[in-house]
């Protein structure tokens, strides 16, 4: 059965640092999203990606996140500048507009 | 706003017994309602969902969901839960034209043996 995955399961950065979040969408998927959750909180949205532009996004996804997708299968979450409340599980989901699909997450922890 | 209430931040029950787990959305529209479910280390899985016609929705499981538009609900059910559906458990509901998710909280089962 396809799936979603992502890599890497687990990423320590220090603060200020880049990051890049790597996701591989379900094949035939057109909709591509990312979320992410707070240790305790809500699954917050950040980004959908569609026809190889955003579609929307959330307060969240300020200019210090971007998104990618550098080769058709791949699809890429960057933060340029870590701070310590970027810390969460990021999760990426792809969908045919129906049903999302999500991969296993990535946890990220900023020291 | 959109939102949704998940009012159980912590459920335990008896193997064997039966659940039910409450959702309610807040959406202007049509609502696209979906449960999750996340096992410690393991992704979101869709359990079930609910877009339109018969309001008793079947998902994977053994987990059925019921919309109840004039209570803002879709509160999720099993008959006899088995040991292995201690997870954490999410409603959400999908939202605009490329429906984005808008999340509950997440309500922890634990089931005792």
Redesign the interface.
């Known amino acids: 059965e396809p799936e979603v995955t992502q890599t890497p399961s687990h990423q320590v950065t220090q603060m200020g640092q880049e990051v890049i979040l790597r996701c591989v969408p379900i094949s035939n998927h057109l909709y591509f999203y990312w979320y992410r959750q707070i240790l305790g909180q809500k699954v917050e949205f950040l980004v959908s990606f569609y026809n190889n532009e955003i579609s929307e996004k959330s307060e969240i996804f300020d200019d210090q996140f971007s998104v990618e997708r550098p080769d058709g299968s791949n699809f890429t979450l960057k933060i340029r500048s870590t701070k310590l409340e970027d810390s969460a599980m990021y999760f990426c989901a792809s969908s045919n507009l129906n049903e999302q699909y999500f991969g296993p997450g990535t946890r990220l922890t900023v020291t | 706003a959109q939102s949704v209430t998940q009012p159980d931040i912590h459920i335990t029950v008896s193997e064997g017994a039966s659940l039910e787990l409450r959702c309610n959305y807040s959406y202007g529209a049509t609502p ?1 309602l ?1 449960w ?1 479910v996340q096992s410690p ?6 359990l079930l ?1 609910y ?1 339109s016609g018969d309001t008793l929705v079947q998902g994977i499981k053994g987990f059925e969901a019921e919309f109840k538009r004039s209570q803002s609900s879709f509160n999720l059910r099993k008959p006899s839960v088995h040991w292995s559906d201690a997870a954490e458990y ?1 409603c ?1 509901v999908g939202t ?11 309500t922890s089962l634990a089931v005792n043996p």
């Open positions: 696209y979906f999750y280390g393991q992704g979101l899985q869709l969902k877009f999410f959400a605009g034209n490329n429906r984005k998710l808008i999340w509950g909280l997440g």
